[in-house]
């Protein structure tokens, strides 16, 4: 017998059974609700092996268990829906200092001969006037376009 067994309400049953037939829902929440159907260890679950879940559905096995862990630690609403991903500071190509540094420069006249700025022209200005040692034209696109900005 499994340590971790899944056993389900005849409502949270329901549910998931409602879940796959209407198929409205992203791919990964009704896969997710297949693997739970399917391995249910209760009265009326097929409580399949999790090698007949992986031949069945194509999902791994460290899937199957994450679905089993993250029903029986947090609850069915948990284990249907994917995790948001958290914020990762060390992706982050511009800190803030030097986001307020490039809205200045944006902010400012375009140079002379220019009737405004381009993300090149930015990206070249911010290194001359030393806020980076490189910068990307599409790194400073993405910044202004998290802020909303216009240049012009």
Same mark, same amino acid.
């Given at each position: 017998?499994?340590?971790?067994?899944?056993?389900?309400? /005849?409502?949270?049953?329901?549910?998931?059974?409602?879940?796959?037939? /209407?198929?409205?829902?992203?791919?990964? /929440?009704?896969?997710?609700?297949?693997?739970?159907?399917?391995?249910? %260890?209760?009265?009326?679950?097929?409580?399949?092996?999790?090698?007949?879940?992986?031949?069945?559905?194509?999902?791994?096995?460290?899937?199957?268990?994450?679905?089993?862990?993250?029903?029986?630690?947090?609850?069915?609403?948990?284990?249907?829906?994917?995790?948001?991903?958290?914020?990762?500071?060390?992706?982050? /190509?511009?800190?803030?200092?030097?986001?307020?540094?490039?809205?200045?420069?944006?902010?400012?006249?375009?140079?002379?001969?220019?009737?405004?700025?381009?993300?090149?022209?930015? %990206?070249?200005?911010?290194?001359?006037?030393?806020?980076?040692?490189?910068? %990307?034209?599409?790194?400073?696109?993405?910044?202004?376009?998290?802020?909303?900005?216009?240049?012009?």
């Amino acid at each position: 017998m499994k340590k971790h067994t899944i056993e389900l309400t /005849k409502e949270q049953r329901e549910a998931l059974e409602h879940l796959v037939k /209407k198929g409205n829902a992203p791919a990964r /929440k009704i896969l997710h609700a297949q693997v739970m159907l399917k391995i249910e %260890s209760g009265e009326e679950g097929p409580n399949w092996s999790d090698q007949q879940v992986k031949e069945a559905f194509g999902v791994g096995g460290a899937t199957i268990w994450r679905i089993r862990r993250r029903f029986l630690e947090h609850g069915l609403e948990d284990a249907l829906n994917r995790r948001l991903q958290p914020e990762r500071p060390e992706k982050q /190509k511009i800190d803030g200092e030097q986001e307020a540094h490039l809205i200045a420069v944006t902010c400012s006249p375009a140079p002379e001969g220019y009737k405004r700025w381009s993300m090149r022209l930015l %990206s070249d200005k911010l290194v001359e006037l030393g806020y980076f040692e490189e910068i %990307s034209h599409k790194t400073v696109w993405v910044a202004l376009k998290k802020i909303n900005s216009n240049r012009g």
